[in-house]
């Protein structure tokens, strides 16, 4: 069963996250029905034996567990939570770049992609709030997204996928304050 939110506590677990397609399987497989290796590859657009070998790494993490269902070799994949946390040990044990590196990496891409074509966004705001404060902001955002989702389909609406990523940090030393769209 699908848990809310799952904190990473091991470092294997991390690393798993470190490659922008480990990381959009999981967004896959955290906003559906449990997904064949075929299905997810399908909707990612990409060869299902390139996928295999990710789909993989993410199971022996933990990450996604086998669902019930699927026939012979197709068995169906789905994410053990909607939200991952990383703990605290491992954030101070300085093993996030490869996971902050998957998500700078999926961002640059967008950019290249979409960058020219004007569907691009990207804001920079300085807020001068607690981090506590931020996050339950941003749980409240992302709460208000999911219910928008769920009054669009029921209403039949065609909705378009949209990667929202958040970075939060202090200014670097000498950092304009500049916002921009």
Do not use: C
């Not at 065609?158 to 000498?174: A, K, S």
């Amino acid at each position: 069963m699908q848990q809310s939110s799952v904190t990473i506590e091991r470092p294997d677990q991390l690393k798993a996250l470190g490659h922008p397609l480990r990381l959009r399987v999981l967004e896959l497989l955290a906003d559906s029905r449990p997904l064949t290796n075929h299905e997810l590859a399908g909707a990612l657009g990409i060869d299902p034996g390139r996928l295999h070998f990710h789909v993989r790494m993410l199971l022996r993490a933990g990450l996604i567990e086998l669902a019930e269902g699927g026939r012979g070799r197709q068995k169906p994949y789905r994410a053990i939570a909607q939200r991952l946390r990383i703990s605290p040990e491992l954030r101070t044990a300085g093993l996030l770049g490869g996971a902050q590196g998957a998500m700078i990496e999926t961002v640059s891409r967008g950019w290249a992609t979409f960058g020219v074509q004007g569907r691009f966004r990207s804001v920079k705001a300085t807020a001068h709030v607690t981090p506590e404060t931020l996050q339950q902001l941003l749980r409240d955002f992302f709460e208000r997204v999911h219910e928008s989702e769920e009054q669009a389909l029921a209403a039949g609406e065609q909705l378009d996928e949209l990667l929202i990523t958040v970075f939060t940090h202090p200014p670097p030393q000498g950092a304009g304050i500049a916002d921009s769209e």
